[in-house]
């Protein structure tokens, strides 16, 4: 699954996001989601979320 579908996404998930300095490169890096930052139902770029270490970025993948 992607990450454009705020539905989707829920606190505990573990996922791929990709940090705003790693937008150039791609770069995923991988946690669990502890807030959902994005509030409309669907983002073309990734639904916009907060890890647990504190880490923020766009969902690219849901790992589970």
């Not at 669990?32 to 766009?58: C, E, F, M, W, Y």
Request: net charge positive; aromatic share 0%.
């Amino acid at each position: 699954m992607n990450g454009q579908v705020r539905a989707d996404i829920r606190s505990g998930l573990q996922v791929e996001i990709v940090l705003k300095q790693d937008q150039a490169t791609g770069k995923l890096t991988q946690g669990t989601v502890k807030d959902i930052l994005t509030n409309s139902p669907r983002h073309p770029h990734g639904i916009k979320v907060r890890l647990a270490d504190g880490q923020v970025g766009r969902v690219k993948n849901i790992i589970g």
